[in-house]
């Protein structure tokens, strides 16, 4: 008996371990296959490296080494916000023509920018505009890709830009000129005759951006000039544009955007991602309000008509084909008219008055100008605002050297290729002009890093040939069929509100000034006289800080 249990015993054993020996074969035939994919992978993944650096029909271009062999590069510099500033350093070392990702250009001059963006590019917009939906629904204009849809949609948007729409704005962006200046008397103790405490210019200015541009998008305005409970909106602009910046050019971008806009995006890593929800949330519910009081209106309910860039909107029909904006499409537009709108006008202000502030000739000869033509601030106003040529001439230099969108408008070369520079480029190629970098091109702005309105006018060392030059080489609003189509909506705030500002008050710098470089910073930003965009689709300053005082 004693011999049967044994014998039995010793059998379960044998089974034990023949099961645990199978299990430690599946186990480490496991692991085999794992480690054959992942030297399958490795190996595919070489010869990709291998191709794009050696065979690649951009091999011959100059460029970085982790440019030239990965996308994440770039998606690293979008998230940190110095694509531009690499860009800059890339073209000051390598040339004219720089290889700036696997499949990509960059190029620096007036001809590629005509080649790449003019009226006959061989080019569409690069899949990077797709994820800009950030409101769900329908593509903002910017985002349509198609060049015959983008047109269709832009005559549709064009009357809403009008020269009779822009008459009609400029009493709405006057008022909230007015308004920031009356909250500068009061916030920050800048009475008549005495100096306030220092404040952040760029917050203030802000406020006024997008005040200015939700009056004309949705005819209320979100009152940061007026309650501190609506000021969380800029910060919110800015991590989602933070956001769509750099998921834009994910390797895998394409998975993500299915998702983009949906409550997915709420579990997306970083505030950012749901910051950007929260924007989009907020334009959304201020359209709903705006389109209900439209429909009173109509109805007979409501107050006199205002005409605002939503009421043309509402009211644009395309003359040809007799389309009409959908809900989805004005729910699109006026978000992108916050987020293009808004910040840009800041950073044109807020530039001037960094570089103007440590050029007192310049704020004076600015300030001179502007109190010489209206004797009492009422008088600020259109045509006498748009023939001063100082305060012309200070915008134009701003916007050239801190401009609103820094980095390069992606594009890409259709069927057949295309020439830029003399060059065949392939179909396929993303191509660009970074405006940060052609604006710093020595060739058409000596001593680029130097803020010189006078450089804008005829004399004093600058002939009319040379002003052509510079022109074909300056491009804040983009050029071509795709350019801004808000730019002369930009140039009457930025105008408005400077007038208003330098027609008040006296500004000097009381302590930091805030905005400039550092030595500790990295390279491209150790310049302590040079104001520091963050690019993140639109510039980011981060100052200056300022004191003033009111004069009346
Ligand atoms: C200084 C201020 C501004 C600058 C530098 C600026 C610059 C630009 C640039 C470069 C583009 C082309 C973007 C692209 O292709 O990706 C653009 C597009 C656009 N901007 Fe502006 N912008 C400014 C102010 C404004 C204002 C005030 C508005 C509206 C009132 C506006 C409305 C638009 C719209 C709707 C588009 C899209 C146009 C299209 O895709 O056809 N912008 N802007």
């Not at 004693?2 to 299990?23: C, F, H, P, R, W």
């Not at 940190?80 to 250009?105: C, F, M, T, W």
């Not at 959304?284 to 205002?306: H, P, Q, S, T, V």
């Not at 004005?330 to 570089?355: K, N």
């Amino acid at each position: 008996m004693a011999e049967q249990n044994l014998k039995s015993e010793s059998v379960d054993m044998t089974y034990l371990v023949v099961d645990e020996i199978k299990g430690v074969r599946g186990i480490s035939s496991n692991w085999k296959s794992i480690a054959s994919c992942t030297a399958a992978l490795l190996v595919w993944y070489c010869t990709v490296l291998l191709y794009r650096l050696l065979f690649h029909p951009l091999a011959h271009y100059p460029g970085r080494l982790a440019e030239k062999l990965s996308d994440w590069p770039l998606v690293y510099y979008c998230i940190r916000g110095n694509r531009h500033l690499k860009q800059l350093l890339a073209h000051e070392k390598y040339g004219p023509i720089v290889r700036d990702g696997p499949n990509s250009l960059s190029f620096h001059s007036p001809e590629a920018l005509k080649a790449i963006y003019g009226n006959n590019a061989h080019v569409k917009k690069g899949d990077w505009y797709l994820t800009l939906d950030i409101s769900a629904g329908a593509p903002s204009v910017q985002m349509v890709i198609d060049q015959h849809q983008h047109a269709l949609r832009r005559r549709v948007m064009s009357p809403a830009f009008s020269e009779k729409a822009l008459r009609d704005a400029e009493p709405l962006i006057n008022a909230n000129a007015i308004k920031l200046c009356a909250r500068l008397a009061e916030g920050v103790g800048c009475g008549k005759g005495k100096w306030g405490s220092r404040f952040d210019l760029q917050q203030w200015v802000a406020y006024y951006g997008y005040d200015f541009i939700s009056d004309l998008a949705f005819g209320r305005s979100f009152e940061l000039l007026d309650h501190e409970h609506h000021r969380f909106v800029p910060a919110v602009l800015k991590s989602a544009s933070q956001f769509l910046y750099y998921v834009g050019y994910l390797p895998f971008a394409a998975l993500v955007r299915p998702l983009m806009g949906t409550f997915v995006q709420d579990y997306f890593p970083g505030q950012s991602a749901k910051d950007s929800l929260k924007y989009t949330n907020l334009a959304n519910n201020r359209l709903a309000e705006r389109i209900e009081r439209e429909k009173k209106r109509r109805e007979g309910g409501g107050g006199a008509e205002r005409r605002d860039v939503f009421h043309y909107l509402l009211n644009s029909k395309d003359p040809t084909t007799g389309k009409e904006f959908t809900v989805e499409e004005l729910q699109a537009d006026t978000s992108l008219l916050i987020a293009a709108g808004s910040d840009g006008v800041t950073l044109a202000v807020c530039a001037l008055l960094f570089y103007g502030l440590q050029r007192r000739q310049v704020l004076e000869k600015l300030t001179q100008e502007i109190r010489k033509a209206f004797p009492s601030s009422d008088d600020i106003r259109t045509p006498r605002l748009n023939y001063l040529p100082y305060l012309h001439a200070c915008i134009e230099e701003s916007l050239r050297i801190a401009p609103p969108k820094p980095g390069s408008l992606p594009r890409i070369v259709l069927p057949g290729g295309t020439e830029i520079e003399g060059q065949h480029i392939p179909a396929g190629t993303t191509v660009g002009v970074s405006h940060y970098v052609i604006h710093r091109n020595a060739d058409f702005f000596p001593e680029p890093n130097v803020f010189k309105p006078e450089r804008w006018i005829v004399g004093d060392g600058v002939d009319a040939e040379q002003l052509a030059a510079q022109r074909r080489a300056f491009c804040p609003f983009g050029i071509g069929p795709m350019n801004c189509i808000g730019k002369n909506m930009a140039y009457l705030a930025t105008k408005l509100v400077l007038a208003h500002l330098m027609w008040q008050f006296d500004f000097r710098i009381h302590g930091e000034l805030r905005g400039g470089g550092g030595k500790d910073l990295e390279d491209g930003r150790r310049d302590e006289k040079e104001y520091q965009l963050w690019d993140w689709i639109i510039g980011f300053p981060n100052g200056p800080t300022v004191q003033a005082r009111s004069r009346v």
